[in-house]
């Protein structure tokens, strides 16, 4: 392959890899949706925000996911701890306007 077919791969390529980070912003947004109805949910039951079983077994699942798709599990588990770690400071947000306080709310777990 000469250089000018080369770029022009190197554009497809790239115009592949946008539109795949563009479906990873839309399935987080989809995923903290969901997880915003958990939380208000949680919030109104008086349930903790965080369920460190429930966590553990879908970081497990998914680092599991992971090897089975070939990608690296340990990536992926650090991925899931962020977007888990996101969802459960969200949790607590829904609990605090659940009860109408500014306070902390503690993470049981």
Do not use: W, Y
Not at 76 to 91: C, P, T
């Amino acid at each position: 392959m000469d250089t000018g077919t080369n770029g022009s791969l190197m554009a497809a390529l790239r115009a592949q890899i946008d539109t795949v980070d563009d479906d990873l912003v839309a399935v987080l947004a989809r995923r903290f949706a969901v997880t915003r109805q958990v939380g208000r949910i949680k919030a109104t039951a008086g349930l903790p925000a965080r369920d460190a079983r429930r966590e553990a077994a879908e970081r497990d699942r998914m680092c599991d996911l992971a090897r089975r798709e070939g990608v690296d599990p340990d990536l992926v588990g650090q991925v899931f701890d962020l977007v888990a770690a996101q969802a459960v400071a969200e949790h607590e947000q829904a609990a605090r306007e659940a009860l109408g306080s500014a306070g902390p709310v503690v993470a049981k777990g």
